[in-house]
């Protein structure tokens, strides 16, 4: 097991244009979330999908936010007409099937930057 | 309203010495409660967790916690500091009016190490 992965690891992208990010979780790892975090913050939830259904999206992700994840495996997270804000830590976790006392394992994140 | 609080931004110990980081949480039950290391370039890494039984958690790495219900705090502690400690702590919770065990991360506490 390889753990979390994300692709890419940073990018740097000019205002306006639109990125996507790929996560790859633990294999068999039915949940996934997204978390974004800032200079000098913790990481703050985005959205989380169990399987493939996203299941609950913070006020955070606006609309030119999109996150998909079509089979249940990996993860996309697209943001169109990016904004010098969107310039942030983007990290992915899974955990298991279960409870709430499941462990979140985290990927090594995408650092965005907004030019 | 519900939060997490580390109250320390930045501490530095000298190796050796002992650690103790704050984490102080606002909710009306006892959520589930974690504690994350980040190192630069690197994901977050559970160091341990607690969801109920004695308050005395042991971690990896050598780290420990303690939960004090009346205080809402749990505070994480070090006999003796390694110069590899060094990076930034992160205490999390999950509330149990969350749903779906997202994390709720404090702000964090920036650890340095002198030699």
């Known amino acids: 097991d390889t753990g979390v992965s994300q692709d890419p690891r940073h990018k740097i992208t000019k205002r306006g244009q639109n990125v996507t990010f790929r996560c790859d979780p633990i294999?068999?790892?039915?949940?996934l979330y997204w978390y974004r975090q800032t200079l000098g913050q913790g990481p703050e939830f985005l959205t989380y999908?169990?399987?493939?259904?996203?299941?609950?999206k913070s006020r955070l992700l606006s609309d030119r936010f999109s996150a998909e994840r079509p089979k249940g495996s990996f993860s996309t997270l697209e943001i169109q007409r990016t904004e010098q804000g969107d310039s942030a830590m983007y990290l992915c976790?899974?955990?298991?099937?279960?409870?709430?006392?499941?462990?979140?394992?985290f990927g090594p994140g995408t650092r965005l930057t907004v030019t | 309203a519900q939060s997490v609080t580390q109250p320390d931004i930045h501490i530095t110990v000298s190796e050796g010495a002992s650690l103790e980081l704050r984490c102080n949480y606002s909710?009306?039950?006892?959520?589930?409660l974690f504690w994350y290391v980040q190192s630069p370039g690197q994901g977050l890494q559970l160091l341990l967790k607690?969801?109920?039984?004695?308050?005395l958690v042991q971690g990896i790495k050598g780290f420990e916690a303690e939960f004090k219900r009346s205080q809402s705090s749990f505070n994480l502690r070090k006999p003796s500091v390694h110069w590899s400690d060094a990076a930034e702590y992160f205490c999390?919770?999950?509330?149990?009016?969350?749903?779906?065990?997202?994390?709720?991360f404090g702000a964090g506490t920036r650890l340095a190490v002198h030699p």
């Open positions: 976790a899974s955990s298991p099937k279960g409870g709430q006392k499941n462990e979140q394992y």
């Open positions: 294999s068999e790892h039915n949940r």
């Open positions: 999908f169990q399987n493939e259904a996203q299941l609950e």
């Open positions: 909710y009306g039950a006892t959520p589930y």
């Open positions: 607690y969801f109920s039984g004695d308050t």
């Open positions: 999390a919770v999950v509330p149990f009016s969350g749903g779906y065990n997202k994390l709720i």
